[in-house]
C-alpha cells in the first residue's frame, strides 16, 4: 500500500491568498483526520471524517479553514484567505475504525508569507 | 475530557544509554494506548501500542506497558542509538474521544555518539 498522499509536499503563498491541500487516504480506511503542527500549539486536530461525513470540526480555527471529503479516497483541506499565522505543517492521517491506529502522510509544509 | 501528559524534554543521552519516557493518561472506562514517532521532516509513524491492562506494546526495542492502577504508559528501550533521535507522542484513543487519538505534548529525544 502507497501509505497516505498528500500534495502538495511544500507550499509558499502570499497572504490572502487562497491555499488548498490534498489528502489520499489508505484505501479502506473509514476514517480520515487533518492536524495542524507548530512549535508553538504542537500538533492540533482540526478536523476529522467518518465515511466521508464530518463528525468534529471543534479543532477548525475559524471560517477561513475549511474541508470537504467528496468519496472516500480524497479529502481537502482549505484556507481563504491564507495569513502568516497559518504557516504551519500540516498532516492528513486515516485509520480503520475506531481505537485504532492512524497512519500518517507525509505533511504539506505551508509557508504564507 | 482525555488527556495525556508525557515528560518534560528535550531528553539529551548517549549512545547505548537506557530511555524512559514518562506517559500519564485520564480517560474514562478503557482506553487504547499509543506511542507514535516522529523523525524530522517526516510525519508521525506508529512506534508501538496496548489495547488493555497489563499488555505490553513492543517495537524496535522500545518496550511500553499498559498500566490501569497508575494510569501510564512509559516508554523504554535498554539501548538507545544515535538513529533513535526524534520526537516521541504518547497518545490515547477511546474514553470521551470517540473515534480520535489525544496526544500527548511530545518529547524531543536526542542520542549523541
Known amino acids: 500500500d502507497a501509505g497516505v498522499i498528500q500534495s502538495p509536499r511544500h507550499e509558499v503563498t502570499e497572504m490572502g491568498q487562497e491555499v488548498t491541500l490534498r489528502c489520499k487516504p489508505i484505501?479502506?480506511?473509514?476514517?480520515l483526520f487533518w492536524y495542524r503542527q507548530t512549535m508553538m500549539r504542537g500538533l492540533e486536530l482540526l478536523i476529522y471524517f467518518n465515511n466521508n461525513v464530518p463528525i468534529d470540526d471543534s479543532g477548525m480555527p475559524e471560517d477561513r479553514f475549511s474541508a470537504k471529503m467528496p468519496n472516500a479516497s480524497f479529502s481537502t483541506l482549505k484556507i481563504q484567505p491564507s495569513e502568516p499565522r497559518d504557516s504551519a505543517v500540516y498532516f492528513c492521517?486515516?485509520?480503520?475504525?475506531?481505537?485504532?491506529?492512524?497512519?500518517f502522510g507525509p505533511g504539506t509544509r505551508l509557508l504564507v508569507l | 475530557g482525555n488527556s495525556v501528559t508525557q515528560m518534560e524534554g528535550p531528553v539529551t543521552l548517549s549512545e547505548e544509554a537506557f530511555l524512559t519516557i514518562n506517559c500519564t493518561y485520564t480517560a474514562t472506562g478503557y482506553p487504547s494506548l499509543f506511542w507514535y514517532v516522529q523523525y524530522p521532516g517526516e510525519g508521525l509513524q506508529l512506534l508501538l501500542k496496548a489495547t488493555k491492562a497489563d499488555d505490553k506494546g513492543s517495537n524496535k526495542g522500545f518496550e511500553a506497558t499498559y498500566r490501569k492502577e497508575t494510569t501510564s504508559f512509559h516508554l523504554e528501550k535498554g539501548s538507545v542509538q544515535v538513529s533513535d533521535s526524534a520526537v516521541y507522542f504518547c497518545?490515547?484513543?477511546?474514553?470521551?474521544?470517540?473515534?480520535?487519538?489525544?496526544f500527548g505534548q511530545g518529547t524531543i529525544l536526542t542520542v549523541h555518539p
Open positions: 492521517a486515516s485509520s480503520l475504525g475506531t481505537g485504532l491506529s492512524q497512519y
Open positions: 484505501s479502506g480506511h473509514d476514517y
Open positions: 497518545a490515547l484513543s477511546g474514553g470521551t474521544s470517540y473515534g480520535k487519538l489525544t
